[in-house]
């Protein structure tokens, strides 16, 4: 579930939105941002919306900008300059005013968190620590470059299965909503007993030429309906729970969403963050269903198990993680080690795409053939009836 939580910081009352089992363990995500809750509230009935400000765009044409020597002042200056969509520049100017106020750059990120999400915010924040912001903003660009490669193959995996079902779904529709009512027309003056199947079929088309407009405004209504019940739906988490709950996809969703967690731990331990820190703010990017484990694994750290022995007691670590997160610990370099196991979960989940994109499109395509086809045939099967009488 999705929550509106009032908090209040240092630049004053903000509204942050976190995803959270209930509303106690929203406030308690906020309150590990370094805020005060105030109130909690659910979000229902919402369409997700995303930023309209461009951060990858943001923070590549800011590294190059302090590379080129500019202070941070002086480069989002320049960028505000340059930039001429008004919404885009009204976020750069409220970052050069808190700037020139004398704030810290991660505080005013943190007074946008519609903008900037939590993990760029404590990455920065870390880079205040050690004096290297371009390296932070490095690593934030490696670290959301790889994310949006995973997300474009699910995406593109899935546009070709999608319009295949749309162009099914239509050409069925205009069959049965067209052509089956003009068949059944021209059969009902022949006065020849039709086959069982071809006979239901031009039932079904005297009945749809008869209340056309009803059935039209019907369909009007489901799809309205239907569309209504998907905002609901999709508003309440509905995808990550179906998705979960599919043989053979539920694997690889799990999966998924642990190759998140070690990039995003990776990178704030890369970038200098306490692993305290670091787990408090990647605890966003969870489901509801693995938050409750997440945070048991880092109660335990807090007590001073290793990160490796908690993440196995909560289920949090797959064999091939749980192995790089020990020699990270003995070497010291914990977070290259979540990075590597990132990068192996996401070739896997490449190697799964493959194999889901080859596999599921012949079988979509033969299922829309087997329906349009079994409609052609039983509205051809009257004619060859009738040809083999005329013989």
Known sequence: MRYAVRALGNGGVVTVAVDAVDADAARQQVAA????????????????????????????????????GLSLTEAIEALCDKEASDATRAV????????????????ALEQQPAHFPVLYVGLMR???????????????????????SVRSRVVSALIYPAIL???????????????????????????????????????????????????A??????????????????????????????????????????????????TLLEGGLPILQALRLSAGLLSADTLPRYHAAAAAIGRGENLSQAFASAGLAT?????????????????EMLGRAARFHDGEIARRIDVFARSFEPVLMAAIGLVVGTIVVLLYLPIFDLAGSLR
Do not use: C
């Open 33 to 68: 941002r370094d805020l005060r809750p105030l109130s909690a509230a659910a979000i229902r009935l919402t369409w997700p919306r995303r930023s309209s400000f461009p951060l990858v765009l943001f923070s590549q044409e800011l590294l190059a900008l302090l590379e080129a």
């Open 92 to 107: 750069l100017d409220r970052l050069l005013a808190a700037l020139r106020e004398g704030k810290r750059f991660s505080l």
């Open 126 to 148: 870390a880079a205040e620590r050690t004096s290297n912001l371009p390296a932070s903003l490095g690593r934030y660009l490696e670290y959301r470059g790889r994310l949006d």
């Open 165 to 215: 079902g749309v162009v099914g779904l239509a050409v069925t529709a205009f069959l049965l909503g067209y052509v089956v009512p003009r068949f059944a027309g021209v059969y009902q003056g022949t006065g020849r007993e039709l086959p069982w199947l071809s006979q239901q079929l031009m039932n079904w088309g005297n009945f749809a030429s008869r209340h056309a407009q009803g059935l």
């Open 217 to 266: 405004f019907a369909a009007l209504g489901l799809m309205l309906a239907a569309f209504a019940g998907l905002r609901a739906w999709w508003g309440q988490g509905g995808p990550q729970r179906l998705l979960r709950r599919l043989p053979g996809v539920s694997n690889t969703v799990a999966t998924f969403e642990l190759s998140r967690l070690y990039l995003s731990l990776g």
């Open 319 to 335: 064999p091939v993680a749980l192995r790089l997160l020990r020699v990270g610990e003995r070497s010291g370099r914990l977070g």
